[in-house]
């Protein structure tokens, strides 16, 4: 306890460690920020280089869950750097007053920084995003905001469950004609657009994959082969040990929309 005492005295040796540590600090967020955006790629641009059974993780983790690793690294930064504020802090009002010497000015300017910086770290919480509508895109897109909760009223599902799982796909020995070819063909790349437009993340649940998609939670997790008790597990956990993947999931969704449809 002494020595740490006597450390934080020493205030060369105390600046000098609170500046190492900001360095790795920054460092480490540039790093995150460059692994999520170049590495762990999202989207399109994963599909088309990895295919769309792949969910790329490090250590375990997604591209979200190190989005929240970069989060927490950003908060301690900004604590050091308010800590390098108040160690500096007599240097700083020295080196204010001659760069500003009009005090009504200097007042100015600060009460200036201080409402910007503040409003820098907390805009975040206080603005609403733009709802953007694809209509010509993907007719089954949902759009949401922040200050709209995820609400699934199941009267709205005139397809029960029970049809789902005792659906029963008839092979007809009749052969296809080049008019069924195309139409088959037209319905899998309609398919396949859905599947892309159902993104699932491995940070969410099977439950909020159902309210978000309108979809029977019941139902993903028997075409996954999932225990129906786990659907407030995370995905990224259950894919693990059920060997599906993220893809897996907007396919049940998929077919789900498709069945109800018939």
Not at 13 to 27: E, G, P, S
Not at 44 to 69: C, F, P, S
Not at 132 to 143: A, E, G, P
């Amino acid at each position: 306890m002494n020595k740490f005492v006597k450390f934080c005295k020493d205030k060369a040796k105390l600046n000098l460690t609170i500046d190492i540590i900001l360095f790795f600090l920054l460092m480490t967020m540039a790093g995150l920020g460059f692994l999520i955006k170049y590495t762990l790629l999202s989207g399109e641009k994963r599909n088309a280089i990895y295919g769309n059974n792949v969910n790329l993780e490090l250590l375990g983790m997604d591209r979200h869950q190190w989005g929240t690793v970069h989060l927490i690294v950003s908060i301690v930064f900004v604590i050091f750097t308010v800590l390098h504020i108040i160690f500096h802090w007599k240097m700083i009002v020295a080196f204010f007053k001659k760069l500003i010497p009009n005090q009504i000015i200097r007042v100015l300017f600060s009460i200036f920084i201080s409402v910007v910086g503040l409003f820098l770290f907390v805009f975040g919480f206080v603005v609403n995003p733009e709802q953007v509508k694809h209509n010509n895109l993907y007719h089954n897109r949902t759009v949401s905001t922040s200050n709209t909760s995820l609400q699934t009223n199941m009267d709205d599902f005139t397809f029960t469950e029970n049809k789902a799982f005792t659906t029963i796909k008839k092979n007809k020995d009749v052969r296809k004609t080049p008019e069924d070819h195309s139409k088959q063909g037209e319905k899998q790349h309609k398919n396949h657009i859905y599947i892309e437009e159902y993104e699932v993340l491995g940070s969410q649940s099977i439950s909020y994959v159902s309210d978000k998609y309108r979809v029977s939670g019941i139902y993903i997790c028997n075409e996954l082969g999932i225990p129906t008790h786990y659907q407030s597990e995370k995905l990224g956990r259950l894919r693990k040990k059920y060997n599906f993947s993220m893809s897996d999931v907007s396919r049940a969704i998929v077919k789900y929309k498709n069945i109800k449809n018939q």
